[in-house]
Nanobody, 125 residues
Framework: QVRLVTSGGGSVQAGDSLRLSCADS????????MGWFRQAPGNERAFVAS????????YYHESVKGRFTISRDNAKNTVYLQMSSLEPEDTAVYYC??????????????????WGQGTQVTVSS
C-alpha cells in the first residue's frame, strides 16, 4: 500500500524558493515512478515533473524547466520538488503521485495510481 504525505508548501514572494516533500509510509516506494502535479483554481490538474524509479530519468513541463528540480531518496521513501525563481503563476495546490506501470516514466495524471493530499503554494508579486 502506498500512502503519500505531502509537505513544504507556503506563501512566498516572487523570486523565492521552496522545497516540497512527499513521503511514502509504505515499503514499496522504489517500485514507483513519482510525479508532481499542480492545480490552480478553475484549472485542471497539470503535470509539473516526474522521475523514474531509480532517479536516472526526469521530465519537466516546459514552464518549470530550469527553475524546478525533482529528486528522490529511496532510502527515505521521499520525493522532492525544489522550486526556485517562483512566479505568481506557480500559485497552486501541488500534489505528488506514484505510478508503477511499465518502464516509461509517466507524465499524464491517468498514469499515476496513488496521490498525496496536496499542499498549497502561494507566490505573491
Amino acid at each position: 500500500q502506498v500512502r503519500l504525505v505531502t509537505s513544504g508548501g507556503g506563501s512566498v514572494q516572487a523570486g523565492d524558493s521552496l522545497r516540497l516533500s512527499c513521503a511514502d509510509s509504505g515499503r514499496t516506494f522504489s517500485n514507483y515512478h513519482m510525479g508532481w502535479f499542480r492545480q490552480a483554481p478553475g484549472n485542471e490538474r497539470a503535470f509539473v515533473a516526474s522521475i523514474s524509479r531509480t532517479g536516472d530519468r526526469t521530465y519537466y513541463h516546459e514552464s518549470v524547466k530550469g527553475r524546478f528540480t525533482i529528486s528522490r531518496d529511496n532510502a527515505k521513501n521521499t520525493v522532492y520538488l525544489q522550486m526556485s525563481s517562483l512566479e505568481p503563476e506557480d500559485t497552486a495546490v501541488y500534489y505528488c503521485a506514484a505510478g508503477s506501470q511499465g518502464d516509461w516514466v509517466p507524465v499524464l495524471a491517468v498514469q499515476f495510481d496513488y496521490w498525496g493530499q496536496g499542499t498549497q503554494v502561494t507566490v505573491s508579486s
